[in-house]
């Protein structure tokens, strides 16, 4: 049976509702995010000398290159089984770590494939207005900077909010990288709003909850170690991110393919179908 009803929410009932889940299966959820997440923080403690000082950075990049590639294929695995776990709490009302870590990792791969693709694309879009500033003042366009710039400045988010679900697609959907991204930017037709408040609030939440935490050990303690402290406390709220975008996912099939209905369908015994005449997905 599902953790908590499944119906569509507002920006605020989505991030309570991730709360409430997050409570429900923190231990489950948190044990991911430490797992997958530890050789991230062991390397920032063994490289602290290096990464804290900023003239050894520079002068030896590598740390800090190793450091992010480090951050980035854990967090894909951590993301890849938080989202299994989130929808199976979700849906079913129980979170099995044994039975969602192998499915997450089964899809590590197409998973950090559409990150790659998702970032880039991100990229290329504000790459694209660098190159064509300077063509338009060399030309005397310069003014359609005036139209250009805050383009440009709305347009980046606004890719970042119509690809949020290509995870959850992948995962979820069992989609390949490109069909996740098709996914994705169907489900969020005219929903660019809704996603922003609601990815927005979970967001900014995750941001000054992090912020006091290490403002607060950076007053008290020395750098390398409010830094060790920060990696911590990022680990602990890290899962509300994954459960919020996938609660996300779960509540704009309700708006648009009636996903509540097909869930009621399943309980009462009958073989409910996605639309489209798909299979309901086995998470």
């Not at 996912?249 to 309700?254: F, G, I, S």
Request: aromatic share 10%; net charge neutral; hydrophobic share 55%.
């Amino acid at each position: 049976m599902p953790a908590i009803e499944i119906r569509p929410r507002r920006a605020t009932e989505l991030v309570d509702a991730g709360f409430h889940l997050l409570r429900r299966y923190y231990s489950q959820l948190v044990t991911v995010a430490a797992i997958a997440m530890a050789p991230s923080v062991i390397w920032r403690v063994a490289m602290r000398d290096t990464l804290t000082d900023p003239t050894v950075m520079v002068a030896h990049p590598g740390a800090m290159f190793a450091s992010f590639g480090i951050a980035l294929v854990f967090g894909t695995i951590a993301d890849a089984v938080l989202v299994i776990c989130v929808s199976d709490g979700y849906l079913n009302g129980t979170v099995d770590l044994a039975n969602a870590t192998p499915r997450g990792a089964a899809r590590v791969f197409q998973v950090f494939v559409t990150s790659i693709l998702r970032w880039l694309a991100v990229l290329a879009s504000a790459m694209l207005l660098a190159v064509v500033a300077p063509l338009l003042i060399k030309t005397h366009l310069g003014l359609l900077l005036i139209i250009l710039i805050p383009l440009g400045i709305w347009f980046v988010p606004y890719v970042l909010l119509r690809t949020f679900a290509v995870q959850q697609a992948v995962l979820l959907e069992q989609r390949g990288p490109l069909e996740a991204f098709t996914r994705s930017v169907a489900l969020s037709e005219n929903c660019a709003a809704h996603i922003f408040f609601s990815l927005g609030l979970v967001f900014l939440l995750y941001v000054v909850i992090y912020g006091v935490t290490v403002g607060i050990a950076s007053t008290l303690v020395s750098r390398w170690v409010s830094e060790i402290v920060g990696a911590l406390v990022g680990v602990a709220i890290y899962p509300i991110l994954s459960t919020v975008t996938t609660l996300l996912y779960y509540d704009l099939r309700v708006r648009k393919e009636g996903f509540d209905l097909e869930i009621m369908s399943r309980e009462l015994g009958a073989p409910g179908t996605a639309s489209g005449g798909e299979p309901l997905p086995a998470a």
